[in-house]
Structure formats: C-alpha cells, structure tokens
Nanobody, 122 residues
Framework: QVQLVESGGGLVQPGGSLRLSCAAS????????IGWFRQAPGKGREGVSC????????AYADSVKGRFTISRDNDKNTVYLQMNSLKPEDTAVYYC???????????????WGQGTQVTVSS
C-alpha cells in the first residue's frame, strides 16, 4: 500500500521547536519533489516549504523563512521539516505531499498524508 505518513507534531510553547517527519511506505520518495503544507482552523491550505528531488533546491513561505528548514534523506525515504522559534500562528495541521513539480502551489501535489497536528500555545 502506498502511503505517506507524517509524524512529530504536538503541543509546544511559543519559541519552541518541533521536527516533523514525512515517511513513505510502498514506494520511494526519491523521484518526487516534496512539499509541506498546513491548514489552520477556518483557513485554506497554505504551502509552507518544498524541496526538490535531490534536495538541491528549497523554498519557503515568507511566514516561515528563517525559522523552518526542510531536508530529505533519500536513503531513509523520509523528508523532514525542522521548525524553530514557533509562534501561535503556526498552529495548524501539517501535511506532506508528493509533487509533480517543485513549488508551493498545492495544485502540483497529488498524494497527501493524513496530517499531524502542531499546536503552539503557552
């Protein structure tokens, strides 16, 4: 069964850090760009970050630049999102997805994980 599984979410205080993981089963991530997206309650899905097939190119939403870092380990078939200096407005369900091209538009992504909740609150 082909699956993307996100993990690493949780409750963290403002200023804290979390590392999200996106693991693939049943197929290899190596041939895809990977994106991280998030959706807060009552809001649309927002592109957060993406990484190219070999990891040579990355992109970030302005709201997370300088705080979030995306990386991939193709040997482990996993993509990571390191989130530092978290703010309450980062609270959302975070999803990873397979991209047919590199970029932050969700229209280019056609396979999604189930999401992991990130809550930033004191």
């Amino acid at each position: 069964q082909v699956q993307l599984v996100e993990s690493g979410g949780g409750l963290v205080q403002p200023g804290g850090s979390l590392r999200l993981s996106c693991a693939a089963s049943g197929f290899t991530l190596n041939y895809y760009a990977i994106g991280w997206f998030r959706q807060a309650p009552g809001k649309g899905r927002e592109g957060v970050s993406c990484i190219s097939i070999r990891g040579g190119f990355t992109a970030y939403a302005d709201s997370v630049k300088g705080r979030f870092t995306i990386s991939r380990d193709n040997d482990k078939n996993t993509v990571y999102l390191q989130m530092n200096s978290l703010k309450p407005e980062d609270t959302a369900v975070y999803y990873c997805a397979l991209g047919s091209r590199f970029g932050l538009s969700s229209t280019w992504y056609n396979a999604w994980g189930q999401g992991t909740q990130v809550t930033v609150s004191s």
